[in-house]
């Protein structure tokens, strides 16, 4: 059982706590905060004279709506059902998990005026693994991402589907099962439910959470090619990187210089005075996308950490403001710019890829003994080619767009859920990119007489226990899936 504490959470202590199948309980501070912040909301709107936006009013352009007070239960209820109008494929399980926890810490901060029973019932769904099924399309990221919010909500109140051990049912039917009751939303809760960042941010925190591990093996991949193709050390020395000391750009040459520790073939005399670009800048390049990813992961956890509902309560000025953190910008054009950091990445490492089956420093064209009867890493390399020019078209940036909705009310929106959705296609590429270059480096690596590294020996003869030596022709998509899971 691991207990939600008051403070701000790192994406690596929320993927640990993800990966680590715990439950989680709310600290007695947090329950407090829930509780002050509920009964801040009530006493505030019984003195109130003045309507408040989402509480006792209509929606977006029907802010000027007034509802009774005996309605305000079936308003929110109301704006569940009818914002649940979510479209397209559906959201793998681990994000909706991930989303149920990011809302869980965001509510519990104490100025939304959530009740301690629904936020309560989104930790049984945490706990017991009832995963509401939510769809990828029909978030704007501006109002939050009012839609896939409400999928996850309407299962709450009984409706809507869910997935559980595996099988998607019925929400009401596994309530039941688990001996859980439908909740009865309270003033504001509806608002407070689908208000928020929650998507986008469920999707870049899991992007970030596996990105540090991706390009460490991509570092190490890199290094096999050039290692493979012959290529030189000089363009990695220290002294180099300090004249230009991007951090990135100093983390990635120390980072192939490690890995290149050792090697025979890296110390031999060379015939050639420079590498092209694809090797010899791997730390400019490499670098720049690092400087991005970590700036990335300063935004997603100032995001994961933050009061992302409207209105928002803030109880010590005695106020309820109706504003916009639920505005996705922040995430919008943050993702966009990692999704370019990973294409680059990406891009790179095709061209490395491309140099290995060229056919020149002693390697044999497409990395077959027998080119011609052969046709060995040809169609590898298109393959490889094809999908860093749809991670191109992938990074035509969401966040430039708007289109205006609610009837004006809503006229600048982020677009970052498409930004986010966009970007988690762009990372499932650069993995398989990854596994291409892999595949291509070890098989030029064969080629060679002597050793490489021992950290890069050991990585080829891991992966030798997955991936064959191709002699001769074969189904090369079989091995290609194999080398993306040892990469995943």
Known sequence: MTTLENKDYTIREISSLLQSGDSIALSDELVERIQKGRSFLEKFMAES????????????????????????GQLQENLVKSHAAGMGEEVPTHIVKTMILLKVLGLSKGNSGI????????????????LPVIYTQGSLGASGDLAPLAHL??????????SFNGVKRNASDVLQEVGLNPINLQSKEGLALLNGTQFMSSYALTILANLENRVDSLEKVAALSLDAYDGRIEPFYEAVHALRPHPGQVSSAAAIQANLEGSEWITRRKEHVQDPYSFRCIPQVHGA????????????????NSVTDNPTLIPED??????????????ALTLDFLSI????LGSISERRTYKLVSGNRGLPAYLVANPGLNSGFMIVQYTAASIVSQNKQLCTPASVDTIDSSNGQEDHVSMGANAATKAMRVFENL???IGIELMTAAQAAD???????SVLEELRTAFRKEVPFIKDDDVMSKHMHVALRFVQ
């Not at 909500?153 to 869910?162: D, F, K, M, R, Y």
């Not at 950091?341 to 680059?344: C, N, Q, V």
Request: glycine share 8%; charged share 25%.
């Open 447 to 453: 080629f060679r007489e002597g050793k490489s590294s």
């Open 115 to 130: 009740t301690l029973e629904t936020i309560s019932m989104l930790i049984e769904f945490y706990n017991q693994n009832v």
């Open 341 to 344: 950091a990973m294409a680059e």
């Open 289 to 304: 996308s690092k400087d991005a990813i970590d700036y990335a992961r300063r935004v997603v956890e100032i995001e994961i």
């Open 49 to 72: 004279k003045d309507p408040v936006y989402g509480i006792n009013t209509g929606f977006g352009s029907l802010y000027d709506q007034v509802i009774d007070d005996d309605e305000l």
């Open 431 to 433: 993995e398989k990119l």
């Open 318 to 331: 005695n106020r309820i403001i109706s504003a916009g953190n639920f505005h996705g910008q922040p995430l």
């Open 153 to 162: 909500s309407l299962a709450l109140i009984g409706h809507g589907e869910v």
